[in-house]
């Protein structure tokens, strides 16, 4: 059986290449990047040709990049980082309703600590309107957080437009670039973004690093307290092998952009025009044109998520779901649920997120097994309008009890 793994926009593997430049900073040059002797001024080195490294790949200059634990520190620090160090001027943050948990929950921790949170709403297709950012924006806002691409939908926000407007007004603008540093050409400069956050295993790098670009002059204070790491942005000892891995990884997705971008949008449209006819009842969720080149979301009608995920698994391939059929909760995803999809056809979303070790081979696999799953499984479904299942017994799609589906009003 294929092994085929569809879910990129969750993790990449670390590349060979940059797993082997990671390897002497966890060992022979293990020293402190802050120690005095040889392997510490060696370690130290490393990390300043990385940031060289990640502030080429975005067009920003090296002493504007600190290095983070990933993703969701950066957005943590750029988003709390603006709002302590601007109260004065203002309390006022504008963000919308897909942004990834890091900031929406950053959002909620800075509304207890007496921000005011204006979360803009999305089209159907999970654009974010430029026109409502402008009209959000009041002589208090002092931060707009607009992400650069969804994770679940892969829709590509406006993040221009908004810029301009952010800057015309005096506010400062983060975007979380997650999913699209590597992926998307890049250049802070002009784009007119302050802050971008980015994360190292969304590009074929290590988990736990990351980084976030912060313009020069911008009035930001760091989320810790300790040590002057980072230029007293961002104290503790610094991953070294993390970072190291990160700048190659970079460096390498910057090189192969073009080209493997241009091969993705092509297998992505084949996965989508071949399961949009050939399985009835789907849709594809997301911007249909202006989404990301690796991106696949839809919603298969009558099938629970987590049901799909499993027998596709049993098939080899590895992909994702926005609902989340954990816990009892039913609960599905806040980002399909704000695009305006009824709760009963956001628990029928699915993720295919496609990397470089994709083929057309993968593809076609797919398109051959995905058919007869949703076939056996909607044969069994009590979602589907055509099957009955009495009240109480267990749902052969999601292995819950009916009764669940019920409560969730759906
Ligand atoms: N933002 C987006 C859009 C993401 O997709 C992710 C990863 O899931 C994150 C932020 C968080 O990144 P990390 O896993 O490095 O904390």
């Not at 969304?202 to 976030?212: D, E, R």
């Not at 998520?305 to 609960?331: F, H, N, P, R, V």
Request: aromatic share 6%; hydrophobic share 40%.
């Amino acid at each position: 059986m294929p092994k085929i793994y569809f879910d990129h926009v969750t993790t990449t593997p670390t590349r060979t290449e940059v797993a082997q430049e990671m390897w002497p900073y966890f060992t022979e040059i293990f020293g402190n990047p802050g120690s005095f002797h040889s392997t510490g001024r060696q370690a130290y080195s490393a990390i300043e040709a990385a940031r060289a490294k990640v502030a080429q790949a975005i067009g920003a200059k090296p002493a504007e990049i600190v290095f983070t634990s990933g993703g969701t520190e950066a957005i943590n620090m750029a988003i709390k980082g603006i709002a302590r160090a601007n109260k004065k001027k203002g309390n006022h943050i504008i963000t919308c309703a897909i942004e990834h948990h890091a900031s929406l929950n950053s959002c909620k921790a800075l509304a207890k600590e007496g921000f005011e949170v204006t979360v803009l709403p999305v089209d159907a297709n999970g654009m974010v309107s430029a026109a409502d950012v402008a009209r959000a924006i009041t002589d208090q806002t002092i931060l707009v957080n607009i992400m650069h691409a969804n994770n679940e939908v892969g829709t590509i926000q406006p993040i221009e437009e908004i810029a301009r407007i952010t800057k015309e007004k005096g506010v400062f603008f983060h975007t979380d670039a997650c999913q699209t540093v590597g992926r998307l050409p890049i250049n802070v400069e002009e784009m007119g973004i302050d802050l971008l956050s980015l994360s190292g295993h969304k590009i074929y790098g290590p988990k736990g690093v990351g980084a976030l670009y912060i313009r020069k002059g911008v009035k930001w204070q760091p989320l810790f307290n300790g040590g002057a790491q980072e230029r007293l942005r961002r104290s503790g000892t610094e991953n070294v092998p993390g970072i190291v891995g990160l700048g190659v990884a970079l460096e390498l997705a910057t090189v192969e952009m073009e080209k493997e971008m241009a091969r993705m949008a092509d297998l992505r449209d084949r996965l989508v025009e071949g399961l949009l006819s050939k399985i009835k009842r789907t849709k594809l969720t997301g911007h249909p044109t202006n989404r990301l080149p690796n991106h696949v979301s839809l919603l298969i009608e009558f099938i629970e998520g987590e049901s799909q995920l499993l027998s596709l698994d049993a098939k080899g391939i590895a992909a994702s779901t926005g609902s989340a059929c954990t816990s009892g909760s039913l609960e599905p995803s806040h980002v399909l649920l704000a695009m305006g999809i009824p709760h009963e056809q956001a628990h029928g979303s699915l993720v295919l997120s496609l990397g470089r070790d994709n083929q057309l081979e993968d593809v076609e696999y797919f398109l051959t097994v995905f058919p007869e799953i949703v076939e056996r499984l909607r044969s069994i479904s009590p979602l589907d309008e055509d099957v009955e299942l009495p009240v109480g017994t267990t749902c052969g799609s999601c292995h819950s009890f009916r009764s669940c589906r019920d409560s969730t009003g759906s």
